[in-house]
C-alpha cells in the first residue's frame, strides 16, 4: 500500500523512524512528510534513508506548485505519527500553512491519527475537543499510551508503540473495501404521527448513530440507502438519502428498497402507536380533558424478519432496563441476526449524543459489548462484527 506518513514536530519523532522502517519491511512503499518542527527533532535524511524517498518538508521548496495535490492523489493512506496538539488542532480547524496541513485537507482517503504531547496539553479542552471533531470526521485514533513523558510527567500523552500504530493503519486499510459489492440498507431517526394537521407524536431519537452507520458503511465501498425520519442531520456524503415521516411511510420505503439489500439494519426510533384516522381541522380546546386512542403501528423490523431471506438483519433495542434480555427478546421474536443495545434515560450516551455504549446480542448466542465512543466509532465497530458474523453463520450453514 501506498501510505504517507505525516511527522510531527515532538520528541516521538524518533519513534516514527521506527514506524517507517516497519511499514517498509511490511512492504508497504512510505512517503514521509515532515513539519518544519519535526526537522528540529529528526534529520529529513533519517526517513529518507528508511524509506528510500526524498522526504517532504518545505511547501515551496518542492519542484511543482502542485505537488501536495498530486501526493495526495498518488497515495492510498495517510498517517500522522507523533500528532501534536498544534497539528491536531491545525487539522481540526483545517488551517494549512506547510506542506504537511495542505496535504492534509487534499487527502480524501482514510487517516489514522498517533497523537502524543505533554499529558496537560492532552487533556486540555481544546485538544480533547479537536481530538473529538477529528473522531467524527471518521478519522482513526492509535490512543496515546500512559507513562513517563519526556516532561517528567506521568500520564496519557506518551505515542503509541510502532506496532499498534502498523496494526491500525492496517486495519484501516482492510475497512476500506470489505463492504464493496454490497448494498446496505438503513433506517434512522425518529417518525413523526400525526394527531392533527399541525400536532405530532414523535421521540428523542436524533437520528446520529443511523447516519454514522450510513457514513461507515459508504466509507468501506457499500451503496447505502437510508431511510431518514425528520431528522436535523446533514446527509453523509455518496448515499442515498429517502426522508419519510410517519411508521407507515417508512415501512413501504423500506419494503420498496429490500430487494437488492444485502445488510438491513433498523436504526430507527419508529413510534409504536399512532392515530389511525387523523381530523383534517386542528383540534380545538374545546373539552376540559381528552383522551388519545391509538393503534399499533406496522412493526417493520418484524415484518423484515419475515422477509430476510440470507440478508443479515439487525434490529435496536433502546431499554432503561434488562438490556441484555430484552434485545435477546427481540433478537428471537423478530428473527434478526444482530440487535444492538442501547440504555438510554442517562445523561450524555444514548439518543442525542455524539457519543454511545452498546451491546451486541448475536445470534450466534454471544453478547459483544462495545465500550463507550463516538457514534461514528461504534458504527464501524458493529460492521466490524456484523462481517464476523456472517462468516460464522455461513460456516454453521456449511456454506
Ligand atoms: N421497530 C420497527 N417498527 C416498529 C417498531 C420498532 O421496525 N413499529 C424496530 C426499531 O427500528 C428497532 C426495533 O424494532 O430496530 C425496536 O424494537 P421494539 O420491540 O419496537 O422496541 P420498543 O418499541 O422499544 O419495544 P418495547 O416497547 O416492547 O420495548
Given at each position: 500500500m501506498k501510505i504517507i506518513l505525516g511527522v510531527g514536530g515532538g520528541i516521538a519523532a524518533y519513534k516514527s523512524a521506527e514506524l517507517a522502517r516497519?511499514?517498509?519491511?511490511?512492504?508497504?512503499?512510505?512517503?514521509?512528510?515532515?513539519?518544519?518542527?519535526a526537522e528540529e527533532f529528526v534529520r529529513p535524511l533519517t526517513f529518507a534513508a528508511l524509506t528510500g524517498r526524498k522526504v517532504l518538508t518545505n511547501l515551496f521548496a518542492i519542484e511543482s506548485a502542485i505537488e501536495h495535490i498530486s501526493v495526495a492523489q498518488e497515495h492510498e493512506l495517510l498517517a500522522i505519527a507523533p500528532a501534536t496538539a498544534d497539528l491536531i488542532a491545525k487539522m481540526a480547524h483545517g488551517l494549512a500553512?506547510?506542506?504537511?496541513?495542505?496535504?492534509?485537507?487534499?487527502f480524501t482517503g482514510p487517516v489514522v491519527v498517533a497523537p502524543a504531547m505533554n499529558v496537560n496539553m492532552w487533556q486540555h479542552a481544546a485538544t480533547q475537543a479537536n481530538l473529538e471533531t477529528l473522531r467524527k470526521r471518521g478519522y482513526r485514533m492509535v490512543e496515546p499510551g500512559r507513562g513517563y513523558l519526556a516532561c517528567g510527567m506521568t500520564g496519557p500523552g506518551r505515542l503509541a508503540e510502532?506496532?499498534?500504530?502498523?496494526?491500525?493503519?492496517?486495519?484501516?486499510?482492510?475497512?476500506?473495501?470489505?463492504?464493496?459489492?454490497?448494498?446496505?440498507?438503513?433506517?434512522?431517526?425518529?417518525?413523526?404521527?400525526?394527531?392533527?394537521?399541525?400536532?405530532?407524536?414523535?421521540?428523542?431519537?436524533?437520528?446520529k448513530m443511523g447516519y454514522a452507520l450510513a457514513e461507515a458503511a459508504a466509507a468501506r465501498g457499500a451503496k447505502v440507502v437510508l431511510v431518514s425520519g425528520p431528522v436535523h442531520l446533514t446527509p453523509p456524503r455518496g448515499v442515498e438519502v429517502i426522508p419519510v415521516r410517519t411508521a407507515e411511510?417508512?415501512?413501504?420505503?423500506?419494503?420498496?428498497?429490500?430487494?437488492?439489500?444485502?445488510?438491513v439494519i433498523k436504526a430507527a426510533a419508529v413510534a409504536d402507536f399512532h392515530l389511525s384516522k387523523v381530523p383534517e381541522q386542528k383540534v380545538k380546546k374545546t373539552a376540559a380533558r381528552i383522551s388519545l386512542e391509538l393503534d399499533p403501528t406496522p412493526d417493520i423490523l418484524a415484518e423484515l424478519g419475515r422477509k430476510k431471506d440470507d440478508r443479515l438483519l439487525i434490529g435496536f433495542a433502546a431499554e432503561t432496563q434488562n438490556l441484555v434480555q430484552e434485545a435477546r427478546r427481540k433478537l428471537e421474536s423478530k428473527n434478526c441476526d444482530m440487535v444492538v443495545g442501547n440504555l438510554v434515560g442517562g445523561a450524555d450516551v444514548g439518543f442525542e449524543s455524539d457519543q454511545n455504549e452498546v451491546i451486541l446480542v448475536l445470534r450466534t448466542g454471544e453478547t459483544i459489548p462495545l465500550?463507550?465512543?463516538?457514534?461514528?466509532?461504534?458504527?464501524?465497530?458493529?460492521?466490524?462484527?456484523?462481517?464476523?458474523?456472517?462468516?460464522?453463520?455461513?460456516?454453521?450453514?456449511?456454506?
Open positions: 516497519m511499514l517498509m519491511q511490511q512492504g508497504h512503499q512510505v512517503q514521509a512528510v515532515m513539519t518544519a518542527a500553512d506547510d506542506f504537511l496541513t495542505t496535504l492534509c485537507l487534499a510502532p506496532e499498534e500504530i502498523v496494526a491500525a493503519i492496517e486495519s484501516e486499510a482492510r475497512k476500506r473495501h470489505d463492504l464493496e459489492g454490497e448494498t446496505v440498507l438503513i433506517t434512522a431517526g425518529p417518525t413523526q404521527e400525526p394527531l392533527d394537521p399541525v400536532r405530532f407524536l414523535t421521540n428523542r431519537s436524533s437520528g411511510e417508512m415501512r413501504a420505503k423500506v419494503m420498496e428498497n429490500l430487494g437488492p439489500a444485502h445488510i465500550a463507550r465512543a463516538s457514534k461514528r466509532e461504534i458504527a464501524d465497530r458493529i460492521f466490524d462484527q456484523v462481517l464476523k458474523l456472517r462468516l460464522a453463520l455461513s460456516a454453521a450453514n456449511g456454506r
